[in-house]
């Protein structure tokens, strides 16, 4: 969730129990993960929130842009150095 439109913000409250679960289960079973909430928030540090996802929910194609390359890192199959195409 990012933080667009406002109201969207008070979800926080309900959704970072659930995001530090999903972190604590992945560590317990060595599981990989592609950390989206955090990569979200940061991102939104570079352009506006609405420009990742127009409700704060469903991302827009720059977000799912963003998805598959973090995703691709993760999974090892490209180097952060790597060019996009």
């Not at 990012?2 to 599981?31: Q, S, Y």
């Not at 909430?37 to 991102?43: I, N, P």
């Not at 842009?65 to 180097?79: F, K, N, Y």
């Amino acid at each position: 969730v990012v933080p667009h439109p406002e109201d969207r913000r008070k979800w926080r409250e309900d959704l970072d129990p659930k995001i530090g679960i999903v972190h604590a289960l992945a560590r317990e079973f060595d599981a990989k993960l592609v950390p989206l909430d955090a990569l979200f928030q940061k991102a939104c540090q570079d352009n506006p929130p609405a420009w990742w996802a127009g409700d704060g929910v469903h991302p827009s194609l720059a977000g799912h842009t963003l998805i598959a390359r973090v995703w691709l890192e993760v999974m090892d199959l490209v180097s952060p150095a790597d060019p996009v195409g």
